[in-house]
């Protein structure tokens, strides 16, 4: 009994682990593409940060200051996303394309620059393992869910928050119209080129913690390509979400689940590589299963010039 | 683009000929523009720029050896561009080169190893199954799409990662060989793709069946009813229902000729240059396919002059580094500065003028994700 | 209909004016769309802004709301003189519009629809509570029932309207623009909403109301502004005019050209429907059972209003859209489970009303849009799905000479060339197969006067040739130049049949649904 008990805290506890980036990543690309602009770039901002992060703790020795190269790469990957596609109309789908390529291209070629040869850092500072007294001595759930880093409380918080941010301010209000009708919003007087850069913005700060949330609490080091994908499977938890905060921290979890569960017991019984099929698999069943109705934001994808 | 002034007969290779230098002109200044930028980032790490892409240069195409090595990078990045291109003309996005490659190699690699015993007749017959699995594979996304509007450019990203992770499942569990590198069992020697010689290593005839299926790509756009029909869709869905064109079909088709495309290119990869299914296999030609794509302005002769460029880079960057010390990773960072550059419509017209429009077209659908 | 107003003449002179437009003038390219137009607008008034589609109604209008900037002109609000650079400076000067294409965000609620960009907060939050009661006491106020709590999506057109009405009110406006409000509006809506304007005017808000429906305007307007290609024509009190002398004023544009008629020799019938029910895209019926007969030799002339149905007549004709209930006949054949692909094969040529994005492939070559329908016919193609450019390329110099295309150089992109060249390639193509019968829709939209004489001349030509030509305009001049009978479409119905002699206040009052024939609905 007592050991099933430890076992379900240590697949809690691992499942926490897997679904975190996953979250942050996923919040990132609601906020960018519930104002319109697609992010398929999400692997690239993580991966970038991830990099930032860790060479931004490794020469100061402090996981803060990592954490805020972390969030300027993030912001500054962003950026270009959103200069390319919401100034300059490119088509969304190959800038986001551009970007993965470019963090690919630039965290290899930086980390010649700047250990030496690819492959891994140094260890870095990270965030520690931060254990809530009280909370933590709950069984079970205690030492899963209140023994974790800084950041998985910072996900806890973040949460709730973009759900109000997206549901219950002005902002949000704003930002889900410029990615549905950006018509509307020009006439009600709100600029839908800020809306959509505020939206990119965000997506690279809260990608950037996914990825500060790899290098700096999973692993107290950068690897090349450690993103390994979770850009592409965040995005399947924000359509899966239906591009809703909840939603997508709910299908994070449940990835997240997934791949736990078959880490520690089943991986004789279902081979891992299916597991890691079933976000995808999810994700295309769910987008043909609506297909008629649009859950998507209707101007998702779609430049807007004012007349 | 066309001079009505010109005339008929012997002004028709002028007239090819200056289409052929406006459409070269812009991904031609898309290049020199990323590696000027490539050029201010080595200056940036203390090194020289100059040497470095003369390093490049001769890594590319300095010798036998190096172009060899172009030509094997340049194979599977035709393919892959080819089933972007395919797919762009019927106006839909395929990411899914990636995978639709994968089930291809998966093919070959299972098919090369148990039709063995057929000797060179397996070569045609595995190439073969590779254009079906692949067919059928880019056929999912395109009934996705037709039938259940579920759009491509999500369906065939994710379905990129379930070929992946059903072909390493394949090539580790079923289809496992005795070799030491994890992977399939080698396929028999008879059965491989000869290779070319006259000292270009591993380069072998599979850059003939590329530059063919090129030639097959071009053939089906512009000499079929097919072709016709995925290209009046891809223009104008409008019309094309005015003239009685099936959209839905065609959609379905488009993904599914590219996917044949991308299919091939796996098989041919596997038969010529690796003889197995190694895990891990080669990554992101699919990915570099929509950049080759796009480079050749989603034509199929286009396609094949993007490959050599990027194949060219990728080959150059170990010598660079080799050489100069500049990280081979360079060559990423260019390929993304060049894909951001060449969808830039309205930079375009910022620095061209609206006219220049035309430049840039060719290089987006312009359709959104909402519906 | 909505009673005549009791206020026999609105507010009269002694009104302020609320609003005032001098000499506007806005040009887009080579084209007017506005050329020193000139209104006034009173508190308290309805002004009807009639004019024909493209009359350049809307244009105006977009000025008005900071949309456009005019070229030329003067606007004053309140007497005072005032730029509108954008919407929000329109509705800083009291100024809401009702466009005709909602900008409502389907998904959302009505409060949130209403109050997006100036949104009640308490602290940083949305104050969605006051948000909702803010849109109740207003919808209370006017009238405008609607519930603040359901999502746009789930609300039916007319009550979408309110919330558009509601958005104007919300943000203050004192002067609301209406752009073909009833367009999409079933008759009770449409009289709801002519009620609910009577208290905006009555609270002393200001209105314009943009139609091209003539016959609404009698109930509800004071005074009517007419535009005709782009100029004021007249302004006319509304109780001292009556609908035939609007039809006039709105319609009535000089003669280009009389076209020289042959008498013809009437044949059997070649293009036939049957009780034919269509679908528009909406999924609204947009035909309800039409009965068409054109025969050999003659041009059946459609006349009507733009969007009462003919655009989904012709499509179910040619096999483009389903044909949901009756049945279509080309030569005797019953033809209604038929593609596009296969009555063309059987003789049926379409000229679309809309060249751009249905008649010719923008981005093809003009041979390929020659061969835009017969790609998949010899001798264009052969054995394993073949096509012959060569051939193609061919046929397309032929055809572009005979139609006189400029340039008739088949490599030319189709949207490289003039309006009326376009048409006069789509002409080619749709004319040079010797068809049996032909749906010509508006066929000379938006043309040069040469192109028009051009089209003009062919279609007579196949007229005696004995082809069956169903013509669709918009243009009376045109339907009766050219027509041997007409039909009258409104509401998606055939509401009468006259000769090609009837005249302008005759058509005019079966275009506005009032003619003899017609029963009261």
Known sequence: MEETLTALGAILASTLRNATPLIFAALGG????????????????MLISAFAGAVGAF????????????????????????VMCITFEADQIISGTAINLLALGGTGFLMVVFFGSGGTTPRVASFELVRIPGLADIPVIGPALFEQSLLVYLMYF??????????????????????????????????????????????????????????????????????????????????????????????????????????????DVIPLEFVQMFPYILTIVVLAGFGGRAIAPSALGKPYRKE | MTRSSTGRGGSVFRRVLSEAVGALLFPVLAILISFAIGAAIILATGRNPIAAYSALITGAFGSPAAIGRTLVNATPLIFTGLAVAVAFRAGLFNIGGEGQFYIGAITAAWLGVSLGFLGPIALPITLVACIITGFLWGAIPGAL????????????????????????????????????????????????????????????????????????????????????????????????????????????????????FAGLGGGVEVMGVYGKMAVPFVANVGFNGIGVALLGRN???????????????????????????????????????????????????????????????GTRPEKGLGQ | MVEARARDNGPGAKAPKVLEMTGVTKTFGPVTANDDVSLVLHRGEILGLLGENGAGKSTLMKILYGLYKPDSGTIYVDGEEVQI????????????????????????????????GAEPRKGGALDLNRAMRETEVLSERYGLKVDPRARVADLSVGVQQRVEILKALYRDARILILDEPTAVLTPQETEDLYRTLQELVADGLSIILITHKLGELLGVSDNITIIRDGRVVDTVKTSETEEGSLARLMVGREVLLRVEKGENEVGTPRLVAQGLVVLSSTGATAVHGVDIEVRAGEILGVAGVDGNGQVELAEALAGTRLVHKGRVYLDGEDVTGLGADERQERGLAYVPEDRSHKGLVQDFSLWENNALKTYDEPPFSGRFGRIFPKVMRRRAAQNLKAYDVRPSEPDARAGALSGGNQQKAILARELSGNPKAIIAAQPTRGVDVGAIEFIHRQLLEQREEGKAILLISLELEEVRSLSDRIVVMYDGRIVGEVGPDATDEELGLLMAGRGSGVGER
């Open chain 1, 158 to 267: 973040l949460v709730p928050l973009t759900f109000f941010v997206v549901f219950r301010t002005p902002f949000g209000l704003r930002l889900r119209a410029s990615g549905e009708v950006p018509e509307a919003v020009d006439t009600a007087g709100v600029s839908v080129t800020r809306m959509r850069y505020y939206g990119v913005a965000l997506s690279g700060m809260l990608a950037a913690l996914g990825g500060v949330y790899l290098s700096m609490s999973l692993l107290s080091a950068f690897t090349e390509g450690m993103t390994n994908g979770r850009g592409f499977i965040a995005l399947a938890a924000l359509i899966f979400g239906r591009w809703n905060p909840i939603g997508a921290a709910v299908a994070a979890l449940l990835f997240g689940l997934a791949q736990a569960v078959t880490f520690r017991v089943a991986q």
């Open chain 3, 85 to 116: 650079r954008d919407p929000k400076d329109a509705v800083r000067r009291g100024i809401g519009m009702v466009h005709q294409h909602f900008t409502l965000i389907p998904p959302l609620t009505v409060a949130e629809n209403i109050v997006l």
């Open chain 1, 30 to 45: 609601m906020f960018s593409e519930r104002s319109g602009v697609v992010n398929i770039g999400l692997e690239g901002l």
């Open chain 2, 145 to 260: 799409k037709a039938y259940f509007g579920a759009h491509e450019v999500i369906t065939t990203i994710m379905l990129n990662f379930i070929a992946i992770n059903l072909t390493v499942y394949l090539a580790l569990n079923p289809l496992r060989g005795s070799g030491l590198v994890p992977g399939t069992e080698n396929v028999a020697a008879a059965a491989r793709i000869p290779v070319l010689g006259f000292g270009l290593g591993r380069a072998n005839l599979g850059i003939f069946v590329a530059i063919l299926a090129a030639v097959v790509a071009y053939l089906i756009l512009w000499r079929t009813k097919r072709g016709f029909q995925i290209r009046a869709v891809g223009l104008s869905p409008g019309a094309a229902n005015y003239a009685g064109i099936p959209i839905g079909r065609n959609t379905v088709l488009a993904l599914a000729i590219g996917g044949a």
């Open chain 1, 59 to 82: 020469y100061s020795g402090n996981a803060l200051v990592g954490l805020a190269t972390a969030l300027g790469a993030g912001l500054l990957f962003a950026l270009i996303h959103a």
């Open chain 2, 299 to 361: 034509h199929p002769f286009g396609v094949v002059l993007g490959a050599l460029v990027f194949g060219g880079l990728f080959s150059g960057a170990q010598e660079m580094q080799f050489q100069t010390d500049v990280p081979l990773s360079l060559t990423v960072v260019l390929l993304a500065v060049i894909l951001l550059l060449v969808t830039a419509t309205r930079l375009v017209e910022l620095i061209f003028g609206k006219r220049a429009r035309i430049l840039a077209s």
